[in-house]
Nanobody, 116 residues
Framework: QVRLVESGGGLVQPGESLRLSCAAS????????MRWYRQAPGKERELVAS????????NYRDSVKGRFTISRDNVKSTVALQMNSLKPDDTAVYYC?????????WGQGTQVTVSS
């Protein structure tokens, strides 16, 4: 079955960096685009970044452009989100997502807290 497991969250100060990772299993990883979403307390879940199956195409929400980078390793079946120059507004639970032919799947999420 499809399984997504995120890791790498934590508490950092404004301006610092974090690297999130998502380990995927149970499907042909190299055939699917992948996404990172986030959800802050009291807010709706929002798309942060996406990457095509080959990794050649990426997209970001405006608020993270130039600070976040999404990447993937189709050999290791992982997708990463490098987050630099973090701001308090980036505080949220971050989720890995795949829209698979059998359904829309999510990881359990990893908490990112940016605070001084």
């Amino acid at each position: 079955q499809v399984r997504l497991v995120e890791s790498g969250g934590g508490l950092v100060q404004p301006g610092e960096s974090l690297r999130l990772s998502c380990a995927a299993s149970g499907f042909t990883f190299s055939a699917y685009g992948m996404r990172w979403y986030r959800q802050a307390p009291g807010k709706e879940r929002e798309l942060v970044a996406s990457i095509s199956s080959t990794g050649l195409s990426t997209n970001y929400r405006d608020s993270v452009k130039g600070r976040f980078t999404i990447s993937r390793d189709n050999v290791k079946s992982t997708v990463a989100l490098q987050m630099n120059s973090l701001k308090p507004d980036d505080t949220a639970v971050y989720y890995c997502n795949v829209l698979h032919v059998t359904g829309n799947y999510w990881g359990q999420g990893t908490q990112v807290t940016v605070s001084s």
